[in-house]
């Protein structure tokens, strides 16, 4: 079955920059169409789309955002990266990775438990 | 502030129907049809419960139900039930530059 899996610090200070992975199994980010994405949701507060990587290493990103933001794959060991840089106290969120199963659909149909991130010094 | 407008709160008595409008523009939710739901339960992922606009992925139940109608979308849960008190979350397509907008959030009571 799919899964994913956030991993990264629980607690970054500011300026820093936060690197979370995502570990998934039961698809591929090599199979066409397939897609990984980035949410947030800041706690009491709404889900806010980070970015996406794409099965042909095709990447988008959040306007607002999208100067501090990288993401990569790791096709061999099922891994999707996401670096943040400057880190500021109104970034604390829990961090998710879902899947979009065909890029063209934009809907994410398996999500990851999250990840709470908190900055702080 | 969010992308697209939702009610803050819907409620209903078990069994009722309620419907959640999501709000959008003609750049987003009116062009096409790629508005998803999304529900969560306190401290747990999202769910994905309704795609393109009204379709329903295997394992939801047929009481949850989208449409769409210019620039806003609708999730109606029909015959309500305890288990559905959660937030809910839609999100659309919004063009190459923009990607993805969710709405911000509804939280469904049953009372």
């Known amino acids: 079955q799919v899964t994913l899996r956030e991993s990264g610090p629980a607690l970054v200070k500011p300026t820093q920059t936060l690197t979370l992975t995502c570990t998934f199994s039961g698809f591929s980010l090599s199979t066409s169409s397939m897609c990984v994405s980035w949410i947030r949701q800041p706690p009491g507060k709404a889900l806010e789309w980070l970015a996406r990587?794409?099965?042909?290493?095709?990447?988008y990103y959040s306007t607002s955002l999208k100067t501090r933001l990288t993401i990569s794959k790791d096709t061999s060991k099922n891994q999707v990266v996401l670096t943040m840089t400057n880190m500021d106290p109104v970034d604390t969120a829990t961090y998710y990775c879902?899947?979009?199963?065909?890029?063209?659909?934009?809907?994410?149909?398996?999500w990851g438990q999250g990840t709470l991130v908190t900055v702080s010094s | 502030q969010s992308a697209l407008t939702q009610p803050a709160s819907v409620s209903g008595s078990p069994g009722q129907s309620i419907t959640i409008s999501c709000t959008g523009t003609s750049s987003d939710v009116g062009s096409y049809n790629l508005v998803s739901w999304y529900q969560q339960h306190p401290g747990k992922a999202p769910k994905l419960m309704i795609y393109?606009?009204?379709k329903r992925p295997s394992g939801v139940s047929n009481r949850f139900s989208g449409s769409k109608s210019g620039n806003t979308a609708s999730l109606t849960v029909s015959g309500l039930q305890a288990e559905d008190e959660a937030d809910y979350y839609c999100c659309s397509y919004a063009g190459s530059s923009t990607s993805v907008v969710f709405g911000g959030g509804t939280k469904l009571t049953v009372l």
């Open positions: 990587i794409d099965w042909d290493d095709d990447k």
């Open positions: 393109e606009g009204s």
């Open positions: 879902a899947r979009i199963p065909d890029g063209s659909r934009w809907y994410f149909d398996y």
